[in-house]
């Protein structure tokens, strides 16, 4: 099981930028995704996940309407939108997936539900 997250990079406020996250040997669409990310000297904290088998997202108050979590599972590959950044989105981004283990269920978009962990993509936003 991998996760392989790329297109992290130094941007401009108002800019936009994708992530992506690639997984390999294991199939996206039986999982709770999310993206995370982690600023200089604070905790790890839920962006935004897609937690549950019917798609359920879920956002920080902080990227509403800006972020957007998708998946492509015929790439095997999710993704995460950040339109109009600021500063304070600078972090580095990790993506991660939980196991579903029955259709019913929904994963809390938090780091403690979360099992499989990509490398992690610096987004700096600076002018």
């Known amino acids: 099981v991998q996760l392989q997250a790329f297109g992290g990079g130094l941007v401009q406020p108002g800019s936009s930028l994708r992530l992506s996250c690639a997984a390999s040997g294991f199939t996206l669409a039986g999982y709770a995704i999310g993206w995370f990310r982690q600023a200089p000297g604070k905790e790890r904290e839920g962006v935004a996940c897609?937690?549950?088998?019917?798609?359920?997202?879920d956002y920080a108050d902080s990227v509403k309407g800006r972020f957007t979590i998708s998946r492509d599972t015929a790439k095997n590959t999710m993704y995460l939108q950040m339109n109009s950044l600021k500063p304070e989105d600078t972090a580095v981004y990790y993506c991660?997936?939980?196991?579903?283990?029955?259709?019913?269920?929904?994963?809390?978009?938090?780091?403690?539900?979360?099992?499989?962990w990509g490398q992690g993509t610096q987004v700096t936003v600076s002018s």
């Open positions: 897609i937690s549950s088998r019917y798609g359920t997202t």
């Open positions: 991660a997936a939980e196991f579903l283990h029955h259709p019913e269920t929904i994963v809390a978009c938090s780091r403690d539900e979360y099992d499989y």
